[in-house]
Nanobody, 122 residues
Framework: QVQLVESGGGLVQAGGSLRLSCTAS????????MGWFRQPPGKEREFVAG?????????YYTDSVKGRFAISRDNGKNTVYLQMNSLKPEDTAVYYC??????????????WGQGTQVTVSS
């Protein structure tokens, strides 16, 4: 069983930056592929970024965040990060991290955090 806790959300002006953190307990994070998802107000949850496990740790991004967001992981700290730059009002959402024992491309995530709110003002 993995417990995930997100932090780092908040209110930021358009063009600003935030770094979200997702810290795991219960199991070592290196055993899992990790993903970040978001749910904008009134919309369905969507995939934002993901990173496979292992030394290669290939990363994936949805088109709308490519070049602005970066996912990374520090297995020593059991933490995954989402660096978000050049934020836009349309990035406003609750952001969730998730873990899977499969691959990111399976889109089948077993464990979820409680979410952290990101609000970008125009």
């Amino acid at each position: 069983q993995v417990q995930l806790v997100e932090s780092g959300g908040g209110l930021v002006q358009a063009g600003g930056s935030l770094r979200l953190s997702c810290t795991a307990s219960g199991r070592t994070l290196s055993a899992y592929a990790m993903g970040w998802f978001r749910q904008p107000p009134g919309k369905e949850r969507e995939f934002v970024a993901g990173m496979e496990r292992g030394d290669i740790a290939h990363a994936y991004y949805t088109d709308s965040v490519k070049g602005r967001f970066a996912i990374s992981r520090d297995n020593g700290k059991n933490t995954v990060y989402l660096q978000m730059n050049s934020l836009k009002p349309e990035d406003t959402a609750v952001y969730y991290c998730a873990a899977t024992s499969l691959m990111v491309t399976s889109r089948s995530f077993d464990y979820w955090g409680q979410g952290t709110q990101v609000t970008v003002s125009s």
